[in-house]
Nanobody, 123 residues
Framework: QVQLVESGGGMVQTGGSLSLSCAAS????????MGWFRQAPGKERDIVAA????????YYADSVKGRFTISRDNAKRTVYLQMNSLKPEDTAVYYC????????????????WGQGNQVTVSS
């Protein structure tokens, strides 16, 4: 079992940058593929980015390609999401999650979730 705690986020103007961190405790982080998801009010929870156990494979939603970067440091048990060129449509609660699979994009395949962190981008 693993516990996930997100930090970072906040409010920024359009075009700005924010970073999110997800610290894991419990079982070793390298046992899990990790993902970042987001959920805006009234919308479903969607994949933003995912990274494989060793960090050698990544996935990005089309909406964030070229702007967001997911990375991980298994020694520090932390996963990161660097968000650049932010847009108002990026406003959402962001969640990190852990999956005992290769590189899933379906949120239903993730077992452990963080508490969520608000990101607000003002126009």
């Amino acid at each position: 079992q693993v516990q996930l705690v997100e930090s970072g986020g906040g409010m920024v103007q359009t075009g700005g940058s924010l970073s999110l961190s997800c610290a894991a405790s419990g079982r070793t982080l390298s046992a899990y593929a990790m993902g970042w998801f987001r959920q805006a009010p009234g919308k479903e929870r969607d994949i933003v980015a995912a990274i494989s156990r060793r960090g050698d494979s990544t996935y990005y939603a089309d909406s964030v390609k070229g702007r967001f970067t997911i990375s991980r440091d298994n020694a520090k048990r932390t996963v990161y999401l660097q968000m650049n060129s932010l847009k108002p449509e990026d406003t959402a609660v962001y969640y990190c999650a852990a999956a005992n699979r290769a590189l899933p994009t379906n949120p239903n395949l993730y077992t452990y979730w963080g508490q969520g962190n608000q990101v607000t981008v003002s126009s």
